[in-house]
């Protein structure tokens, strides 16, 4: 399979990969095309149409801001998120767009920017379409694309396609399409997971690059826990939610000597680093995705665990625990999804805890197959899991889910170093089993905020 680490870790803002993340990338990539077409100075207006998922949950996962920033070019990765709300206010006042940051065009939010609320487009649950036109209201250009999770996007051609060509996949020294040919591999050439997933990346970049790319994403995500645990105040959105891991750190630093009495202190701390990090999502803020945003806090505070609870924690061991979790996040996006749009949070939160057990069990020295045998324990336990988020907002249960997510994947790895590696459930059997799963789940407990908890608790 033809992915990068940095395909399933991607710097970006909250609060959702595919709701905020992917509708900015996808509207970049409108405005890019315009301008490859040398058609950018002749577009005066730009309709932006939102169905599915993408429209039901639109204004609770801020897709509309999304769009609009990203017709202004801004990028999930370098756009300051302090910026967004003065961008947006002037729109609505002026009745207009700085379309790639420079062609001022017409744009009217309440006429051009459309939600259809019960039309899915056949291809996915999140989809857009965006139309351009010129002064004589003739379109110049339209495309449809789909946010499939996790920041990917795939325009209408490239959804299409069933089995694309790509040349480079041949360029890759180890392909591998599921958990099985994967273990097989590291056994043929005397590999680990981390060290085979090293020998990938050497086709795009060499490995002192790559290691200070990615410890550089271990960077962005503890600033996250960082900026989490020192802001204060209500979360945005009208849930009027407070901040809870302000709270929580000063209570856990006021009296450190608490924590000799309660061994389960660990946890709080566990619990403290993945509240830090969704709550930074739900307010807007910069995070990785990983894989998505709304699953952003499991796989930081079971490596915060590792980096300051584990004895001998180390710079190298970040990095492998990265590129594990990153090889176990490729089986997912490849056989089943990573879109809780499309299979509930099972895709999101369980996928993160499968990547975050089986690297802790890498770091703490298990085999490939321990590691296997802790990303398929990770799982099985999060089978259909629904996604019902109240008022359609990134925070109830999405904050408090990630901490339960952390939790359980520390508790998976060490049941899979007390193992042998043998089991009786595969991982691929789970991933499989949660792609059926995902089908089979009624569409109201797949990110429409039509089911579940959306609509049996009181939004205000």
């Not at 007390?418 to 792609?435: A, C």
Request: charged share 20%; aromatic share 6%; with cysteine.
């Amino acid at each position: 399979m033809l992915l990068s680490v940095f395909d399933l870790f991607k710097v970006g803002v909250g609060p959702s990969s595919s709701h905020t993340v992917g509708p900015m990338l996808a509207a970049c990539r409108f405005v890019d095309e315009l301008n490859q077409a040398s058609m950018l100075h002749q577009v005066s207006r730009v309709r932006i149409n939102l169905f599915g998922s993408l429209a039901l949950t639109g204004k609770g996962h801020a897709t509309d801001r999304a769009a609009l920033l990203g017709l202004m070019s801004e990028l999930p990765a370098t756009t300051d998120p302090l910026s967004h709300d003065d961008h947006i206010r002037s729109i609505y006042q002026t009745q207009s767009l700085a379309l790639a940051g420079e062609n001022r065009i017409a744009f009217v939010p309440e006429e051009d920017l459309i939600f259809h609320f019960q039309t899915f487009l056949p291809r996915h649950p999140n989809a857009m379409t965006l139309r351009a036109y010129d002064a004589a209201g003739i379109c110049v250009h339209e495309q449809t694309y789909y946010s499939v999770g996790g920041g990917f996007v795939l325009s209408e051609s490239e959804a299409s396609k069933t089995n694309p060509a790509d040349k480079a996949l041949q360029a890759l020294p180890y392909t591998f399409n599921n958990a099985a040919e994967l273990l097989q591999l590291c056994k043929e050439h005397h590999l680990s997971i981390a060290q085979l997933i090293k020998l990938n990346e050497a086709t795009w970049r060499d490995n002192t690059r790559f290691e200070q790319d990615l410890f550089g994403i271990w960077e962005v995500m503890d600033q996250c826990i960082r900026s989490g645990i020192q802001a204060d105040g209500l979360l945005p959105g009208g849930l009027n939610i407070p901040r809870r891991a302000p709270k929580l750190y000063k209570e856990l630093t006021l009296k450190p000597e608490a924590g000799l009495k309660d061994q389960l202190t660990v946890l709080d701390w566990v619990n403290l680093y993945a509240m830090a990090v969704n709550e930074e999502n739900a307010a807007g803020g910069r995070v990785v995705t990983a894989p998505t945003n709304g699953a952003a806090g499991v796989i930081p505070a079971v490596l915060a665990y590792y980096d300051r609870f584990i004895p001998n924690s180390n710079r190298q061991g970040i990095i492998d625990f990265l590129c594990v979790a990153a090889a176990i996040g490729m089986l997912y996006k490849e056989n089943a999804s990573i879109s809780a749009a499309e299979v509930g949070c099972q895709g999101e939160i369980g996928v993160a805890c499968s990547m975050a057990a089986g690297a802790l069990c890498a770091v703490l020295g298990g085999t490939n197959e321990q590691i296997e045998n802790a990303a398929e324990i990770g799982m099985e336990h999060n089978l259909g899991l629904t996604c019902d988020p109240i008022a359609g907002l990134v925070q109830v249960p999405c904050i408090e889910r990630n901490t339960m997510g952390a939790v359980k994947a520390i508790n998976a790895a060490r049941l899979a170093l007390r193992g042998t590696g043998t089991h009786h459930v595969s991982l691929d059997n789970v991933i499989e089993t949660m792609r059926q799963t995902g089908l089979d789940m009624q569409a109201k407990y797949k990110e429409t905020s039509t089911g579940g908890l959306a609509v049996n608790v009181v939004a205000c």
